[in-house]
């Protein structure tokens, strides 16, 4: 009965070359020689690799799939006995061990620069319509000496005469499977293929220096604390002279003596005593808009929300505005003189809470009629 190398692999037929590969290289970390020794193993080491090798090949599979024997139509393999033909993809098998096979060849001294951050402190008001701040930050840039190039004026890299400018070098190791070459990076140039004999002065063979700017941020309307506003290509200029990355800036709002936001809306307390609250009035509110008042109708209660529309945050998208909400604190004279005291006695009684304990002065009956219309709502 011919071996079934889906099963093998443990995937489904319609499996794809993504799903085999990744299949077989955890079957391989298993059940390598050098990892687990026992004949047994080797033997099913054998079966997934010539599994890998039918499945991995678009002919192979092709013929396998139409019940033909693919390693006989190629003239043997790994399933005649020993590893054979199934190492055509050692590097997957070195994959499985080391992880995805590293860029051959020299790696450029030009790099992208790192990205940057700095965090900038602004009102509420500001927060609140938008506005224009001078930024001053310190990032690397370009060394104006070398250009860039990390070598001191009249002098360039030079070819590295350990790797002769491939970046990497070879050891050949003995294994069971026979000679094998390892390549890695060059410890004289670090991987470049090029070496800097005489460094700039100035950066010191890096290419860039540190220095301090003045950028000009606009804050759009609405941000709030955490919003990080990009700046294209303003962060750190990469090694080599490379490419700048980007520079972000992170708000950060400071609290307000008056208003606290949540959101788009902001919030207040105004304090009223109690004979404002019983009759009604209007009280003057410095907003962000300037000066408004706060209409504070007859009955109004402590506790109570009075919402001014379109007085709060602007909305960073879309248009519009959030709200002011004025929250009413009605404030209960703690001290009162005789006089004031038999008022409030007076008007107790009026509205039934209290018996009579005295006479009204004269004058003092027309006031409480309208004080006793005014708490009983008429």
Known sequence: MATDYYAVLGVRRDAGQDEIKKAF??????????????????????????AYEVLSDPQKKQ?????????????????????????????????????????????????RGQDAMIRLEIELDEAAFGTTKEIQVDTA????????????????????DMCRGRGEVSQVTRSFLGQVMT??????????????????????????VRSRRTLTVKIPAGVDNGTRIQLAGEGEVGP????????????RELPHTVFQRRGDDLHCTVTIP???AA?????????LDGLDEVDIRPGTQSGQSIPLHQRGITHLRGGGRGDLVVHVEVQTPSKLDPEQEELLRRLAVLRGEERPSGHFQPGQQGLFSRLKDAFNGR
């Not at 790994?78 to 590097?91: K, W």
């Not at 840039?141 to 590295?160: D, H, K």
């Not at 009759?279 to 907003?287: A, D, F, Q, S």
């Open 25 to 50: 290289r955890r079957l391989a970390r298993e059940l390598h020689p050098d990892v687990n020794p026992d004949p047994k193993t080797q033997e099913r080491f054998k079966e997934i690799n010539a």
């Open 63 to 111: 013929v396998y799939d139409l019940g033909g024997d693919p390693l006989s139509a190629a003239g043997g393999g790994a399933g005649a006995g020993g590893f054979g033909a199934g190492f055509g993809n050692f590097s997957d098998i070195m994959d499985a061990f080391f992880g995805q096979a590293s860029q051959r060849g020299p790696r450029s001294r030009t790099r």
């Open 141 to 160: 840039v370009t060394c104006g000496t070398c250009n860039g190039e990390g070598a001191a004026p009249g002098t360039s890299a030079q070819t590295c």
């Open 183 to 208: 390549s890695r990076p060059c410890p004289q140039c670090q991987g470049f293929g090029t070496v800097v004999p005489t460094p700039c002065p100035e950066c010191a063979g890096d290419g860039r």
């Open 240 to 251: 080599g002279g490379g490419p700048a990355g980007d520079l972000y800036v992170e708000i």
């Open 274 to 276: 109690m004979t404002a």
């Open 279 to 287: 009759l009604g009035t209007k009280v003057p509110l410095e907003t």
